[in-house]
């Protein structure tokens, strides 16, 4: 099968190796012409026979919606625009009715696999319509790994995205719980070998993961994480997914929290642990830090 993808990143450019493993026809389009097989998106268009399938994956905001405006310039009644990005789930539904208007079909794509999805496959969670779903199929199944897990048509328009977005949130607590494990088992002074104990842990214990996998590798690479600063950016998905907690009045107490860590990692010195230690000094004279 034949597909466009744009933005040969990280991810894009991974996902386009793999694709072409499979035996799939990819024409790449980013704007590093280095890595380019195309100049320009009108010729992608014109190297892709119809029905055309072309899969963005470039950041999510005013990036993703000029490139899919873009595309909609250069592509034909009948094609199929993916956006596998992670955008938010409420771009989808108004995206899916601009593009309709000239014919051309929407699907929402959560993709997740990072750096690994190359080599371990990638979990897709698919928004739109079932015939385009079928349609693009052939491309899912080379990328998804191998088995029965890997894929979910979710839903409807925007569904693909907000259940990446809710797989989003349950990473930010799941990676947070590690964390504080690691910190407690640092402090304490029982502990003389923090990495074994984690290694300890990835074989036969209910909390094994693909994520605790990835912190023993860390602590292989640097056992004392010195060459790492305290510092967690978010991209957006786990707001979001707090933001529907919030609307929908579901507690996610652990999601919620794990985001406000995260906050809390970008202040070199607190203002409100400033205050609680102001508070504690005044109302029980308990010794503070200057």
Known sequence: MQLGLIGLGRMGGNMRERLRAAGHEVVGFDQNLDVSDAASLAELAEKLAAPRVVWTMVPSGKITEDTIDQLAEVLSAGDIIIDGGNSKFTDDAPRAERLAVKGIKYLDVGVSGGVWGKQNGYALMVGGDAPDVEHCKPIFEALKPAGEFGFAHAGTHGAGHYAKMVHNGIEYGLMHAYAEGYEILKASEYINDVPAVIKSWREGSVVKSW????????????????????????????????????????????????????????????????????????????????
């Open 211 to 290: 994520l605790l996998d990835l912190l023993d590798r860390a602590l292989d690479e640097d056992p004392e994480l010195e060459a790492l600063k305290g510092y967690a950016d978010d991209t957006g998905e786990g707001r979001w997914t707090v933001d529907e907690a919030v609307r929908l009045a579901v507690p996610a107490h652990v999601i919620a929290a794990s985001l406000f860590a995260r906050f809390q990692s970008r202040q070199d010195d607190s203002p409100a642990m400033k205050a609680v230690a102001a508070l504690r000094q005044q109302f029980g004279g308990h010794a503070v830090k200057r």
